[in-house]
Nanobody, 122 residues
Framework: QVYLKESGGGSVQPGGSLRLSCKVS????????FGWFRQAPGKTRDTVALVSSLGGHVWHAGSVEDRSTISVDTADDLVYLQMTNLKVEDTAMYFC???????????????WGQGTQVTVSS
């Protein structure tokens, strides 16, 4: 079983920055990719960024690719999402997930954390 625990969310003003962290534990030897996803109330869960387990392959959604960076810290089993120039439309619950495939479909990720809330407002 793979366990994921997100942290780092909060309330920020437009233009601000946040770094989300995801602590990975358990038996994740079969995990090839980690991802950050977000879901606003009443909306579908969207893929924000993906990273391979060793960090060599990354992908960012077009809506955030110039404002976000996903990375892994293999020594401390952490997956980060650094976001800058945050916008009101970035407000959502952000989830960390793990899976075996490179896929922008959240349904292909088999292990999920509980999420961390990001609120961007003035």
């Amino acid at each position: 079983q793979v366990y994921l625990k997100e942290s780092g969310g909060g309330s920020v003003q437009p233009g601000g920055s946040l770094r989300l962290s995801c602590k990975v534990s358990g038996d994740y030897g079969s995990v090839n990719y980690f991802g950050w996803f977000r879901q606003a109330p009443g909306k579908t869960r969207d893929t924000v960024a993906l990273v391979s387990s060793l960090g060599g392959h990354v992908w960012h959604a077009g809506s955030v690719e110039d404002r976000s960076t996903i990375s892994v810290d293999t020594a401390d089993d952490l997956v980060y999402l650094q976001m800058t120039n945050l916008k009101v439309e970035d407000t959502a619950m952000y989830f960390c997930a793990a899976g075996r495939l490179f896929s922008i479909n959240p349904k292909d990720f088999t292990h999920w954390g509980q999420g961390t809330q990001v609120t961007v407002s003035s």
